[in-house]
């Protein structure tokens, strides 16, 4: 069984270094490339003010942060829901030096959080398969067709929704396959749907357009990435 954890942080500014903490984290558990719906999300009291250009980006304020937990009293907690699984994380060393510096603060017997976790960075596969190309979240999920139309500011949970969508896309979208077919119901339709189609394409003679060769160099890329993550099947 693989069980995956999309995970997102929102914070109070954008440098560790300057102090900056965690405000807001989000997970969704995924178990063989399915997710499951189940998730850990909660809010922090960050002991410090949210910087008003952050506050633009995710919309969370000081005043709504004042009632919440601190991490040191949510630490378990999380570390439990992710402990031993992958952490897919889109520009992972953001968010991996935030929670190892949230940690490091709450002098608990806790290890940085690589030392439980292995953690895939999906920005930086983005950028082998894209290169000089736009890999933000946003233009992911455009270049993947993910709607993200509900993305009026950050957040940890849409990220990690939009951030699954985008990452079972860049592997292979075998997710998306299996979970169009599961419904025995949508299979047959599909399958009556399929059945016209075939028909219909051998009334007529089809044109075949070859790969040229830079794509199939580019294939060829992305086939090794995905022997590198261990989830290559048509190699």
Known sequence: MLRQIILDTETTGLRVEDGHRIIEIGCLEMINRRLTGESYHQYMNPQREVEAAAVAIHGITNEFL????????????????????????????????FLNHEILLTRSTFKPITDYCKVIDTLHMARQLHPGQRNSLDALCKR????NSKRD??????????????????TGGQGSFFDAISDSK???????????????????????????????????????LLKKLGKCAWD
């Open 144 to 147: 993947y067709g993910v709607d």
């Open 66 to 97: 004042q009632d919440k937990p601190l991490f040191a009293q949510v630490v378990d907690e999380f570390m439990k829901f992710v402990n031993g699984d992958e952490l897919i994380i889109h520009n992972a060393p953001f968010d991996t030096a």
């Open 153 to 170: 500011l950050h957040g940890a949970l849409v990220d990690t929704d939009l951030l699954a969508q985008v990452y079972l896309a860049m």
């Open 186 to 224: 949508t299979s047959s339709a599909s399958q009556r749907a399929n059945t016209v189609q075939v028909l219909a394409l051998e009334k007529h003679d089809l044109c075949v357009l070859h790969a040229a060769p830079d794509e199939l160099d580019e294939h060829a890329k992305y086939l090794e």
